[in-house]
């Protein structure tokens, strides 16, 4: 296609992708916090959505199987396709028309990232898109975690989803006009992830709206400590993965609103285990080099819980 200068639907681009362009993308759940991190720490976890989107001549097709099927929109408003669309917009490039495809396992609305994890995959399904086509417009993963962060409000789950592994990311102040980075780190080879998933859901916003507006200063070092000593333990200390867990920051906050998971929390460190809220719950996050026995998973399943081994993954890519 020639290089030429053109406006669809009020989107000044430079460049229009051909019909029948396809991308197909997988993006991995996150847990963010891990604990102590909050809004800071996040590990990808090994339960996948897939995405495949492709161009058309018009109009827009979107299909949605497994989680979120029959509650999710299937108009532009839908957050895979937002993503896609802002994606392209950000590259300079757009589609006459899209047909979006998602095949989702990571469950909603759980704390295990599943918002992060559809924006995400729609940038990098659109990424993928433009890749195809027009290679010097591919966007860096930095543009990536910027406009997934936009997106979220914060980087921590989306830093997960597009690197992998586990990472550490902070803003560099708190307006609107925020810089996101991240610094991802390799987790050990020895630690394994699993996650306890209940039937139940949370609100995102109402578990942050149970967090006071003030916390007490020896809290706040006691979890800055924490925090610091967390990423000694994913990276190369897993026997402080216990101690590193803790927190006095959100979790306890939130206990009345989840009370089996913070039951599971406790039942677990009661048993060595490092255990916390996965993100803002209410599905729980352990952390251990050797995978919790039959009794622990008769105590979450008591709880209302199943348990998951899901490993740690890695970022979001093409299949």
């Known amino acids: 296609m020639t290089r030429t200068a053109q406006t669809i639907e009020g989107h000044a681009m430079t460049e229009v992708l051909p019909e029948g362009v396809r991308a197909r993308v997988q993006v991995p759940a996150s847990s963010a916090n891990l604990g102590p991190g909050f809004d800071s720490l996040g590990l ?3 339960i996948h959505d897939l995405i495949d989107v492709s161009t058309t001549g018009s109009g827009l097709d979107v299909d949605v199987a497994g989680e979120g099927a029959g509650e999710v929109s ?3 408003s839908h957050l895979v396709v937002r993503a896609v669309e802002r994606g392209l917009d950000a590259a300079g490039v757009w589609a006459t028309g899209l047909r979006v495809a998602c095949r989702n396992a990571i469950p909603h609305s759980r704390g295990l990232g ?9 940038l990098v399904a659109a990424n993928e898109l433009v890749t195809e086509s027009f290679p010097e417009h591919r966007l860096t993963n ?3 975690l910027q406009l997934a962060s936009g997106f979220e409000g914060h980087p921590d789950n989306a830093a997960a989803c597009i690197y992998g592994g586990a990472a550490v990311s902070w803003s560099d102040h708190c307006g609107p006009d925020r810089r996101y980075s991240t610094a991802p780190l390799a987790v050990h080879a020895d630690i394994r992830a699993h996650v306890f998933v209940p039937t139940a859901r949370s609100s995102t916003s109402a578990a942050r709206g149970l967090l ?7 809290a706040a070092a006691f979890n800055a400590g924490r925090s610091a000593l967390m990423v000694v333990a994913l990276t190369q200390r897993p026997d402080l993965l216990l101690e590193g867990t803790e927190d006095l920051l959100h979790q306890p906050y939130r206990a009345k609103a989840m009370p089996e998971s913070a ?3 406790a039942a677990l460190r009661e048993r060595g285990i490092a255990a916390a809220i996965s993100g803002a719950g209410p599905t729980v996050l352990a952390l251990s080099t050797a995978d919790p026995g039959a009794a622990e998973q ?3 399943r008591a709880l209302g819980m199943t348990m998951r081994s899901v490993g740690v993954a890695r970022g979001a890519g093409r299949v």
């Open 212 to 218: 006071p507006e003030q916390v007490p200063h020896t």
């Open 298 to 300: 008769e105590t979450a």
């Open 114 to 122: 599943s918002s992060a994890a559809a924006v995400v995959g729609g």
């Open 263 to 265: 039951r599971l929390v």
């Open 142 to 144: 930095d543009q990536l």
């Open 74 to 76: 299937l108009s532009s």
């Open 44 to 46: 990808a976890l090994g």
